[in-house]
């Protein structure tokens, strides 16, 4: 780590448009800046793409279609493969340029680099499984034959929280099946997808498979090219509102598409439980990426002969826990995204305090530069706060106490959202129960952590469609098609 330098791993960074291999700069040479949320300041200009550079793309992908999809699937797997092994050893490097733009600790964006390495090893394993069959028809006198294909040309969006492992999700399957691609990611984090691409053209993605837009106007260069009709599948990695409006634009050419949306995950926590591992779960499910993730425990619900007690143990931790600039040693409370990000949660804070909540630790914000917002947390928050039914995505953990099991279920099932809920119970028959009742795509049961590359990642109702990861991540990047065959 000694030999790298700030200064040294931005400016190491390609900060082109990424477009049929080769980096070019924007239309009349526009840029943005990228700023470090820990000072304000910005780290670097990077290229604006404009909307004809959004078409040039789009050919550049649609032209690299038909042959990757000949390129054989174990060649494909190795090129996953080796940008794998890039990533990892490349690790610290990444990682400082992630904490530079993103602002997380040192230690996040490590661990998210090695994620989303994973996802590249995963489906680098997935592409020589892509299956078919062969099946005698109901009448006896045909025969089926079934194979997959890749979708075509995809248009991948992804946020800033994850400035990485949201891009290997799609990537990585979208490279698996034979799809050529164009990623945007989010304009205040695209220094870690342009390092990305660089890694892939080394390990040998052939020119116009993966092709990168960075701009400031995400809608005006992404609209044209979803109504454009070449494209063949939009997978969105960002908030619920966003995901509505794209798929309201996808409907026009019946583009397919994955949603991975907003979150508002419950941490329920019975009497019955463990509570040293609800604890550290707690903390794990609150604080990882700074309460940033979608995944982020947005409400606690604890039983009441306990609700004392953890709330107690869960504010010192929370007490403890350092804050400061990504890159400090030790850091784990590192600023917030942006400026918007301190004054919404400070506004949900607010408004639980007005309806009686009461804050046992944090609940301010802190003076600059950077957007820094204390580790809070709350007890006593009514039903209808405004945090119970928003995405806090922040360092806040509200507390409500319940009676009954079915009371829990029932107060962790009341919000539109269904990507995560987190249970904390020893009793197997009620891990099962609660399991099977909680209305969400993942359940984190005795651990605070679901994500994993090899497990299907989604969720249900306005929390999104289709799932990344496991066996059937690369699925979202093939069609099926039948053949009848006369005998
Ligand atoms: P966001 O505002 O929806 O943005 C996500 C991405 O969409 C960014 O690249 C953004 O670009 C782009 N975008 C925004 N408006 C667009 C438009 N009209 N057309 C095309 N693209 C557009 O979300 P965010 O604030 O970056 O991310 C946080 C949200 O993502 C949270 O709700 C979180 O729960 C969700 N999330 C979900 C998952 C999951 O797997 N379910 C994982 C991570 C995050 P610009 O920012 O450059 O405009």
Redesign the pocket.
């Known amino acids: 780590m000694s030999s790298i330098s700030e200064a040294g791993v931005v400016a190491a960074v390609d900060k082109e448009l990424f477009i049929g291999g080769k980096w070019v700069p924007a239309t009349g040479g526009k840029t943005f800046p990228v700023l470090d949320p820990s000072t304000g300041e910005a780290l670097c200009e990077v290229a604006d793409a404009s909307p004809a550079d959004g078409v040039s793309a789009l050919d550049a992908a649609v032209a690299a279609q038909a042959d990757w999809a000949n390129v054989a699937p174990r060649e494909r797997g190795e090129i996953l493969r080796r940008a794998y092994e890039l990533l990892i050893e490349r690790a610290d490097e990444l990682a400082l340029v992630m904490t530079l733009e993103m602002g997380k600790p040192l230690a996040e964006s490590k661990g998210e680099i090695t994620y989303a390495a994973e996802f590249f090893r995963w489906f680098a394993e997935e592409a020589v499984r892509i299956d078919g069959g062969y099946a005698v028809a109901p009448n006896g006198t045909g025969r089926f034959l079934v194979t997959k294909q890749p979708v075509g040309p995809c248009l991948l ?6 400035p990485m492992a ?1 891009g290997t999700r799609k990537i990585g399957p979208a490279v698996a099946a034979g799809c050529t691609m164009i990623i ?5 984090t695209p220094l870690s997808m342009l390092a990305l691409a660089a890694i892939l053209a080394e390990a040998g993605l052939p020119e116009g498979v993966l092709n990168v837009l960075t ?2 106007d ?2 005006g260069v ?2 044209p090219l979803i109504r454009d009709g070449r494209a063949r599948k939009l997978s ?8 509505r ?2 798929l309201e634009q996808c409907a026009d050419k019946v583009l397919r598409t994955s949603m ?4 508002n995950a419950p941490f329920l926590v019975f009497e019955d439980a463990d509570l040293d591992a609800a604890i550290e779960g707690a903390m794990t499910a609150k604080m990882r990426n700074i309460g940033e ?2 995944t982020a425990a947005n409400r606690f619900y604890v039983q009441r002969g306990i609700v004392d007690e953890f709330s107690r143990r869960l504010t010192e931790r929370m007490e403890a826990l350092p804050m400061g600039r990504g890159t400090e040693e030790g850091v784990v409370v590192g600023p917030l995204i942006d400026e918007a990000a301190v004054e919404k949660v400070s506004g949900l804070v607010s408004d639980a305090t007005s309806r009686g909540a009461r804050v046992l630790t944090g609940g301010a914000t802190v003076d600059g530069p950077g957007n820094f917002y204390q580790a809070t947390v709350l007890t006593d928050v009514p039903k209808d706060a405004r945090l119970a039914s928003e ?1 806090i ?1 922040g360092p806040v953990a509200p507390i409500t106490p319940f009676d009954s099991e079915d009371e829990a279920v029932a107060a962790a099932n009341d919000t539109e959202f269904g ?1 995560v809920s987190y249970v904390y119970t020893s009793d197997l028959k009620r891990a099962l129960r609660v399991s099977e009742r909680l209305e969400a795509g993942m359940i984190g049961l005795n651990q605070g952590l679901v994500s994993n590359p090899a497990a299907p ?3 249900i109702k306005q ?2 469609l289709g799932r ?1 990861g496991g066996t059937v991540g690369i699925d979202e990047f093939l069609e099926t098609k039948y053949i009848a065959v006369a005998l």
Do not use: D, R, Y
């Open positions: 969006i992804t946020p800033w929280n994850f949201m945007k990611p989010a304009a205040q701009t400031s995400s809608g992404m609209e969105f990695t960002g908030s619920t509102g966003v995901g409006k794209l991975e949306l907003g979150g993730a979608c995405e995505f990507l990642f989604g969720g929390s999104g990344e």
